[in-house]
């Protein structure tokens, strides 16, 4: 009843991920995922050289005590390394709790609340004919929720948008160009603003009023400006519009949340309770965009989730490939127990990904289901991801017409 081990296994199937692997004294394995995007090395460093001395000889089964031990003893709260780290140790020992009871996950969580848990995918295109094919293809796989990202005429590749996709491409697992050091992407919002509705109202001439559509912003517009876009887009019928305003600035999402009824959406850079204590509180948003990775673990955003469920807040977590399949497992979990489970991101892992990280997660008929292995259900080829070398990868910079760093 002791952890005998901890290992911060950090590898570059496709892109850099950072995991905690945990054994008991018993030889029970649980796998946690501490991956914070372009950061990667702060949160191992913070692991191996603060974390790990802590857990060797504690009781893997106090969870929370554990967490709170990490969190509290630490005495320098909250941030995203932070939390990160938090989360893997959380989720490597839920994945132990969970195999020793010899049940999935979710089953201790509270059991499943639903037959799977609806997924959204990423199309892109830069311009409508592209977005079109990569909206029919998501189709084709089975998807029921489909996030819209275009380009903007005049303005080059922006993040969100990936290359356009002809028949028979590779598929593009991560939409930004991460590069060794970041590259420097040109943006406008006026030229933004004046397109997108457009784009909006051709994808529903297009393909109908039933399909779910969603939208991310990035954080890109000042409240005015997302006021402005959510009315007009309130004809499309989106399911949410995601990070309209940077979120440290709460009291902004007032401003947009008085002028339209667009959903909202935001949190994936938050990462704890208090980050949405004004926007859950005044209910100035519809939908938790936290990844268990970067909230502190399972423990933590199931608090959370919690305390939105008063207030019909619902979840839509943060699932691109830069969370790991640990992670998207891990949430999956968290997503079929909850009773305000909303929507869940599902941007496919690259098969690089998927050969070192072996997930017993299924996507059928547009919906996510996390297997019915005993804990997470997520096995690591170490073997495998020693030969994926770490490689350093910054996300992209934005930068206005007039060269003034903006928001990506
Ligand atoms: C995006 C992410 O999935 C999303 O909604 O905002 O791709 C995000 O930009 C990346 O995870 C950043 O690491
Ligand atoms: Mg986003």
Not at 7 to 14: D, F, K, Q, R, Y
Not at 148 to 165: C, E, F, K, R, S
Request: with cysteine.
């Amino acid at each position: 009843m002791t952890i005998r081990n901890a290992e911060v296994l950090v590898t570059s199937p496709g892109r850099n991920f950072v995991t905690l692997r945990i054994t008991t004294d018993d030889g029970v394995v649980g796998l946690g995922d501490a991956t914070v995007n372009g950061r990667e090395l702060a949160t191992a460093a913070y692991l191996s050289e603060h974390v790990v001395p802590l857990l060797i000889g504690k009781d893997e089964h106090n969870i929370e005590d554990m967490w709170q031990f990490l969190y509290r003893g630490a005495y320098w709260r909250r941030g995203p390394i932070t939390m990160a780290a938090i989360a893997a140790v959380d989720v490597a020992l839920w994945d132990i709790k969970a195999k020793i009871a010899g049940l999935p996950l979710y089953q201790l969580l509270g059991g499943a609340s639903r037959v799977g848990a609806l997924a959204y995918g990423h199309a892109s295109g830069s311009d409508n004919d592209a977005l079109f094919s990569s909206i029919r293809n998501h189709l084709d796989q089975g998807f029921k929720a489909i996030r819209i990202q275009t380009g903007v005429p005049g303005l080059g590749q922006i993040y969100g948008v990936a290359t356009d996709q002809r028949p028979g491409e590779r598929y593009d697992y991560e939409p930004a160009k991460r590069l060794p050091l970041p590259a420097e992407e040109t943006w406008d919002t006026r030229a933004y603003l004046r397109h997108i509705p457009s784009v909006f109202a051709a994808v529903r001439e297009e393909f109908g009023p039933e399909l779910i559509l969603l939208h991310d912003g990035h954080h890109r517009m000042t409240p005015n400006q997302a006021a402005s876009l959510g009315k007009s887009l309130e004809p499309y019928d989106l399911f949410w519009l995601e990070d309209c305003t940077p979120g440290e600035n709460q009291e902004g999402l007032r401003r947009v949340r008085s002028q339209t009824t667009t959903p909202l959406a935001i949190g994936e850079v938050f990462n704890s309770v208090f980050d949405y204590q004004t926007l859950i509180t005044e209910q100035l948003i519809d939908y938790v965009r936290s990844a268990v990775t970067h909230t502190g673990g399972v423990t933590a955003l199931k608090k959370l989730m919690d305390f939105a469920a008063i207030y019909q807040i619902k979840s839509g977590f943060h699932g691109p490939t830069d969370i790991s399949p640990v992670g998207q497992a891990a949430q999956l979990h968290l997503g079929m127990a909850i009773h305000n489970f909303g929507i869940q991101e599902y941007m496919k892992h690259s098969p690089e990904t998927l050969e070192v990280f072996q997930t017993s997660y299924t996507f059928e008929n547009g919906l996510l289901h996390p297997g019915n292995n005993p804990g997470l259900g997520v096995d690591y080829n170490e073997e495998l991801a020693a030969s994926y070398g770490y490689t350093t990868a910054y996300l992209p910079v934005n930068r206005l017409l007039d060269g003034t760093v903006h928001d990506w």
